[in-house]
């Protein structure tokens, strides 16, 4: 059941006693299914809700006119939205594409931010998550500039085979910053 991955995750970084667990999962409301290739998000959208994947795969890439910069992928149980959209409340530069069938529930920003005004504990394990998720962009960007394309490969197998099961490898190249051919030719 959904409540129960997102309950995974938020306790993760910090443990939400009943009573303001009940509360807060009740704020997830906002219901999506997207089609294959359909998108959550483009550019120039102010983003004003925070998903959590309850099934399918999705891409959040940058455009350019040249090629599309892959910058991270969402699927069960994660969470997705363009985050400096959603934090700085100004146009998304981002897309964010379903790579299958997706369905998410949804939870506005201010719900998400009164409850955080009203709790303290889901607001330290939102400020714990994010501290998370920058130590993590933090080490992915320090392979993307310093590890050889196999360097790359391997520190991906480590951390996350599983993409290599539902996400097409064109874009998990792109993620890695190589060609779909170079990712051919280091994972058969």
């Given at each position: 059941?959904?409540?129960e991955e997102l309950k995974k995750i938020w306790n993760s970084a910090f443990a939400l006693d009943d009573g303001v667990w009940t509360e807060f999962v009740a704020q997830w409301r906002k219901e999506k299914i997207l089609k294959r290739n359909e998108f959550l998000d483009e550019p120039g959208k102010i983003e004003d809700t925070l998903y959590f994947v309850k099934r399918g795969a999705m891409r959040l890439y940058y455009p350019l006119e040249e090629e599309e910069i892959c910058v991270g992928f969402a699927y069960p149980p994660s969470l997705i939205c363009s985050y400096p959209s959603f934090i700085?409340?100004?146009p998304s530069a981002y897309f964010i594409q379903a790579l299958r069938e997706t369905e998410?529930?949804?939870i506005s920003r201010k719900d998400f931010c009164n409850l955080m005004w009203n709790n303290i504990s889901i607001e330290r394990a939102w400020r714990i998550l994010q501290e998370k998720a920058l130590l993590g962009k933090i080490e992915r960007e320090t392979e993307l500039l310093t590890f050889t394309p196999?360097?790359?490969?391997?520190r991906l197998l480590q951390r996350s085979?599983?993409?290599f099961q539902f996400i097409p490898r064109k874009y998990i190249a792109s993620y890695l910053r190589m060609t779909p051919e170079t990712l051919s030719r280091l994972k058969p």
């Open positions: 059941m959904w409540q700085s409340q100004q998410l529930i949804g196999e360097q790359r490969v391997n085979p599983h993409l």
